[in-house]
């Protein structure tokens, strides 16, 4: 079993729905990141969190601790939200980029 | 500052043949970490270096991976002899280190091919 594991593997929405991404770990962990993979291959770093909830524009990440558990939530999901979105924890004693990946979440929007 | 550069871009070789794939981190940032990214596995840390030193090398797949840091501002990932299963994305990062915000920015990938 992977230590880290994120559902919907693939989620195909319409623009302008409410969108949840999960991701679940079986480690103790320092911190969580939750980072966004263009068709293009970039990747860019969305959120770090330990705690709580951070929002960035129609963008929010959540975390429960003693669940193990995130979640990703879009709002209004727009086309260009396309991509993959990739949850990675660090499991600490050292560097935040010390990171186990789960396998990612495709998600399409479609106009 | 232009981010973290990645060369080459791409690189297709033979089995048997040297690699060598070169990152430039963030000017100030002292941590750098190589990631590997397979349809297979998806993405894997390879080595991390904090302050030009290795900290943790534990996910570098065998002997034929190395990876230097000489100074602050250049790393490079060297795969000798390069055999057809190392054909993946290498990604390099770089960050603060210490920093409880540390956030991670990566460069845009060396894509490899080993025929």
């Known amino acids: 079993k992977n230590e880290v594991e994120q559902s919907p593997q693939n989620l195909t929405a319409q623009e302008g729905e409410f969108i949840t991404i999960n991701c679940s770990y079986s480690?103790?962990?320092?911190?969580l990141h939750w980072l966004q993979q263009h068709p293009g291959g970039g990747i860019v770093s969305l959120f770090m969190l330990s705690s709580g909830k951070k929002k960035h524009g129609r963008l929010i990440a959540t975390i429960n601790i003693q669940e193990k558990h995130s979640s990703l939530h879009i709002t209004a999901s727009h086309p260009r939200d396309s991509a993959v979105y990739i949850c990675?924890?660090?499991?600490?004693?050292?560097?935040?980029?010390?990171?186990?990946f789960g396998k990612g979440t495709k998600l399409s929007v479609k106009p | 500052d232009a981010g973290v550069i990645q060369s080459p871009r791409h690189e297709v070789t033979e089995m048997g043949q040297e690699v060598t794939l070169r990152c430039k981190p963030i000017s100030g940032h002292n941590s750098l970490f190589w990631y590997r990214q397979t349809m297979m596995r998806g993405l894997e840390l390879l080595i991390y270096?904090?302050?030009?030193?290795?900290?943790?090398d534990s996910g570098m797949p065998e002997d034929r991976f190395s990876a230097k840091m000489p100074n602050a501002s250049f790393s490079t990932l060297k795969i000798q002899p390069s055999e057809p299963r190392d054909s993946a994305v290498y990604f390099c990062?770089?960050?603060?280190?210490?920093?409880?915000?540390?956030?991670?920015?990566f460069g845009s990938g060396t894509q490899l091919s080993v025929l």
């Open positions: 990675a924890v660090s499991k600490g004693g050292g560097s935040q980029g010390n990171l186990i």
């Open positions: 990062a770089s960050s603060e280190w210490g920093d409880r915000g540390e956030k991670l920015f």
């Open positions: 480690v103790g962990i320092s911190a």
């Open positions: 270096f904090n302050n030009n030193v290795p900290i943790d």
